[in-house]
């Protein structure tokens, strides 16, 4: 199975940035999308970005021009880059892929999350 650990977590101030990274099993990179999920004290789990092999990008409007995602293609890693954090980014973020083989058939794994918490 797809194994998804993510580290990089932690307290940081309004205004401050974080690192998160995601270590991954994949070994079939092409054959993934990977992205970056938080669920909110009280709240659902939402979207926060995502990345194709490719290089190709989305983010949640709440995110964009502030938090950046990569994908490290030598050891298939994944990072998102947080910049200028609000207290409403605190959540749990969870590292995230699909298995999309082909354009009819997916499959969806998780990481089982990081705290981030955001507060003075």
């Known amino acids: 199975q797809v194994q998804l650990v993510e580290s990089g977590g932690g307290l940081v101030q309004p205004g401050g940035s974080l690192r998160l990274s995601c270590a991954t099993s994949?070994?079939?990179?092409?054959?993934?999308?990977m992205g970056w999920y938080r669920q909110g004290p009280g709240k659902q789990r939402e979207f926060v970005a995502t990345m194709t092999y490719s290089g190709s990008t989305n983010y949640a409007d709440s995110v964009k021009g502030r938090f950046t995602i990569s994908r490290d293609n030598a050891d298939n890693s994944v990072y998102l880059q947080m910049n200028s954090l609000k207290p409403e980014d605190t959540g749990v973020y969870y590292c995230?892929?699909?298995?999309?083989?082909?354009?009819?058939?997916?499959?969806?794994?998780w990481g089982h999350g990081t705290q981030v918490t955001v507060s003075s």
């Open positions: 994949v070994i079939t990179p092409s054959m993934y999308i």
């Open positions: 995230y892929a699909e298995w999309r083989p082909g354009p009819a058939r997916s499959t969806d794994y």
